[in-house]
């Protein structure tokens, strides 16, 4: 009858987690090279926008039935045919209906971006009009003077990304200024009885118009994309090297214990 020795134990249980271990070693190795890709992809997307940015500079600002009409024309990828387009438009605010974007940070202060109803013959459109500082107590809104009356102004189309949140939007009791979590225009349309346009216009940090001015294009330079990227990447080749260095310690310690099963 055949003996069952420890170190035969031992075999038969290194063999038996040598492949899951294996298996799980590459998952988490892949995953990781995967977030690393995926932050060098981001960093790419950003320092091609921040290009494209710096072109459109050079050309002439564009009205809204202008824009309107390049984004009928590309239906497929509508955000990114008008997104950053420079604008200049003559249209009166609606000082009554106006939306606070919450959870707005400026210099280590928290706050509220401000949203107004501009208004043309034809259209009516958001304006991201700025930042203002909000209160300790999370009941009070702030005081600000709503801007009212027909501008000129300039600015850039920006199609707004939607964030995370734990909740949908609902909107039931209404009292303007309205405190929102989202600026989702399809939303806040029934509001206020009218269609919205399904982009806002980021007013040009050179008009006096408006608020503090603090919002850049790119929120995430590429070049943090990259740092991200390398620390993926540092922590794949850490966990492979942790996986080598474990699978050497187990093979050294079933190859003692063998041994000395043979000397007795």
């Given at each position: 009858m055949h003996k069952i020795t420890p170190s035969s134990k031992i075999a038969n249980l290194r063999n038996s987690i040598k492949l899951p271990w294996l298996i799980v070693t590459l998952l988490v190795f892949g995953g990781l090279i995967k977030l690393g890709v995926w932050q060098l992809n981001r960093a790419d997307e950003k320092i091609q926008r921040l290009a494209h940015i710096?072109?459109?500079?050079?050309?002439?600002?564009?009205?809204?039935q202008q824009i309107i009409d390049i984004s009928q024309q590309n239906t497929k990828n509508q955000a990114e045919s008008i997104n950053d387009l420079?604008?200049?438009?003559?249209?009166?605010?609606?000082?009554?209906?106006?939306?606070?974007?919450?959870?707005?940070?400026?210099?280590?202060?928290?706050?509220?971006?401000?949203?107004?109803?501009?208004?043309?013959?034809?259209?009516?459109?958001?304006?991201?009009?700025?930042?203002?500082?909000?209160?300790?107590?999370?009941?009070?809104?702030?005081?600000?003077?709503?801007?009212?009356?027909?501008?000129?102004?300039?600015g850039n189309i920006r199609k707004m990304e939607r964030g995370v949140?734990?909740?949908?939007?609902?909107?039931?009791?209404?009292?303007?200024?309205?405190?929102?979590?989202?600026?989702?225009?399809?939303?806040?349309?029934?509001?206020?009885?009218?269609?919205?346009?399904p982009f806002v216009v980021y007013l040009d940090k050179k008009e006096q118009l408006g608020f503090a001015k603090n919002w850049h294009p790119v929120v995430m330079p590429p070049e943090k994309h990259q740092a991200y990227a390398f620390q993926w990447f540092s922590l794949a080749i850490a966990w492979l090297l942790l996986m080598i260095w474990a699978s050497y310690k187990n093979s050294t310690t079933y190859k003692n214990n063998k041994g000395h099963e043979n000397e007795q």
């Open positions: 710096e072109q459109l500079k050079k050309h002439d600002a564009l009205s809204i420079p604008v200049e438009i003559t249209a009166s605010f609606d000082s009554e209906h106006v939306f606070l974007l919450d959870n707005q940070a400026n210099k280590n202060a928290l706050g509220y971006r401000v949203f107004q109803i501009a208004k043309t013959p034809q259209h009516n459109f958001l304006v991201n009009l700025g930042w203002i500082a909000g209160s300790v107590n999370r009941q009070i809104l702030p005081l600000f003077k709503a801007v009212s009356g027909m501008h000129t102004f300039k949140v734990l909740q949908e939007q609902t909107f039931e009791q209404i009292t303007w200024p309205l405190r929102v979590q989202q600026i989702e225009t399809e939303k806040l349309s029934p509001l206020i009885g009218e269609k919205l346009l």
